[in-house]
């Protein structure tokens, strides 16, 4: 289906869930954040972080860290409330939260009660009105308790790590879960009220096949999720320590991948889902990132592909980034001095960039390629990346017409490499990213 250019696809590229990327995230005062904060408009989205799991796996990326003894989960939770009331008192007085989301980690390494109470503080602090809540959870610690804490909260969007149903997949790295347990899960955010479903799923994973790929979309399928991500798994053992307990012998190849990648969106695309960008797909009709990819409304930030319009995203918890028009802001990764941050009313953040104007152009190119495959691009910009550019367009991948640059049906799988052409701070001699397809 698609034509494979491995000189093209040779080059690690970032995910660019945001521009500039955390790669280039430095030293900044707070005093940034604070009048960020202070003089933010329009909506805003928060983004709640949650650095526990129950059980920690070997290829995960995220900031997190084992659950083990409740008083760590008490502690964080105690900086946590600090931080929301801190950074509450320094929003506009009308500024408005459309958005709850909650993230990790696994919030559901949470007790349900403390949950609960987390969104009462959420909701007094914030003066939220009938928000949009989303949840990421691990099925492993998925009950019936949390079900009822989902359903009295009111959350509508819920996504599930399932990853693959290969079991030698599931030990190759550190996931282990059967179906019934995904069944159950999903039959308990269903009955909460749960009307989108996502699950993650994973290519590229050690020793998989095509076969256990395929067979890994049809039993996601008949659990009906209305949207699926279908993630490139990124071995990256040098930036994720984990990740070295997985053998990389038994890694495909990137030609592999790059079959893997193509067989899973042709599934996908003629079972019934509609693709959102190169590797997210969702069921037409009801759901809203659908509906936001057929009328060219998709959005992306560090969640990935969205329907979400805000123009201020703020983050909460250790290593949460917000996200402002001119202004990227991480808080404390170590959750120690996270809690040491939060308790003298300061606010956490610590490392980021700030946006000019040629930054937010250049990441309004890139947002725009990777969300609706087509961007307007200036003289100036097109003279800048023309040779680089010329290998895509001679191969068919990308055309030019005018200011318009589109990435062509078979340049699908380039998206990323194409549109890292106008990313003025990467250096690929310097920077190691993760694998283009």
């Given at each position: 289906m698609w034509p494979y250019h491995p000189d093209l696809l040779a080059t690690p590229v970032p995910r660019y869930t945001s521009y500039p990327t955390a790669a280039e995230f430095a030293e900044i005062a707070p005093a940034l954040h604070e009048a960020a904060l202070e003089q933010a408009e329009g909506e805003i989205s928060l983004y709640v972080h949650i650095p526990f799991c129950e059980k920690i796996c070997h290829y995960c990326g995220c900031n997190t860290g084992a659950a083990g003894k409740r008083q760590r989960l008490d502690s964080y939770l105690a900086a946590l409330t600090l931080e929301i009331g801190s950074v509450a008192s320094r929003l506009p007085h009308d500024a408005i939260v459309r958005r709850v989301s909650f993230g990790g980690g696994s919030p559901n390494a949470l007790d349900p009660v403390d949950f609960i109470r987390l969104v009462d503080r959420l909701t007094v602090a914030f003066r939220l009105t009938d928000p949009v809540y989303s949840i990421e959870l691990d099925p492993r610690t998925m009950s019936a308790d949390w079900a009822r804490a989902i359903a009295t909260v009111g959350i509508e969007r819920a996504s599930l790590?399932?990853?693959?149903?290969?079991?030698?997949?599931?030990?190759?790295?550190?996931?282990?879960?059967?179906?019934?347990?995904?069944?159950?899960?999903?039959?308990?955010?269903?009955?909460?009220?749960?009307?989108?479903?996502?699950?993650?799923?994973?290519?590229?994973?050690?020793?998989?096949?095509?076969?256990?790929?395929?067979?890994?979309?049809?039993?996601?399928?008949?659990?009906?999720?209305?949207?699926?991500?279908?993630?490139?798994?990124?071995?990256v053992p040098h930036v994720v320590p984990r990740q070295r307990a997985i053998d990389a012998s038994g890694l495909p190849g990137q030609h592999e991948r790059f079959e893997m990648a193509a067989l899973g969106y042709t599934y996908l695309c003629t079972h019934g889902y509609v693709p959102v960008g190169f590797d997210h797909f969702a069921r037409p009709g009801g759901d809203p990132l659908a509906r936001a990819a057929l009328a060219g409304r998709v959005r992306r930030n560090f969640q990935g592909f969205t329907d979400d319009a805000a123009p201020n995203l703020v983050g909460l918890g250790a290593s949460a980034i917000s996200q402002f028009p001119h202004l990227l802001a991480q808080n404390e990764k170590n959750s120690g001095r996270y809690r040491m941050i939060a308790s003298q009313n300061r606010v956490t953040a610590n490392r980021g960039i700030e946006r000019g104007p040629a930054d937010r152009e250049r990441g309004a190119v890139i947002e725009k390629l990777l969300c609706a495959g087509r961007a307007r691009v200036g003289a100036d910009l097109q003279a800048g990346i023309a040779e680089r550019l010329a290998p895509?367009?001679?191969?068919?991948?990308?055309?030019?017409?005018?200011?318009?640059?589109?990435?062509?049906?078979?340049?699908?799988?380039?998206?990323?490499?194409?549109?890292?052409?106008?990313?003025?701070?990467r250096i690929a001699q310097t920077r190691r990213f993760s694998s283009a397809i």
């Open positions: 790590g399932v990853q693959t149903f290969a079991a030698h997949c599931q030990r190759a790295i550190g996931r282990v879960q059967d179906e019934d347990t995904i069944v159950r899960a999903v039959d308990l955010l269903r009955g909460a009220g749960v009307a989108s479903l996502n699950f993650d799923l994973m290519y590229g994973l050690p020793r998989q096949t095509r076969a256990d790929l395929v067979d890994t979309l049809h039993r996601a399928r008949v659990l009906g999720p209305d949207r699926i991500a279908l993630f490139g798994y990124a071995h895509f367009v001679d191969r068919g991948l990308a055309s030019l017409d005018g200011d318009w640059l589109s990435i062509t049906p078979e340049g699908l799988p380039y998206a990323r490499p194409i549109a890292a052409l106008f990313d003025a701070f």
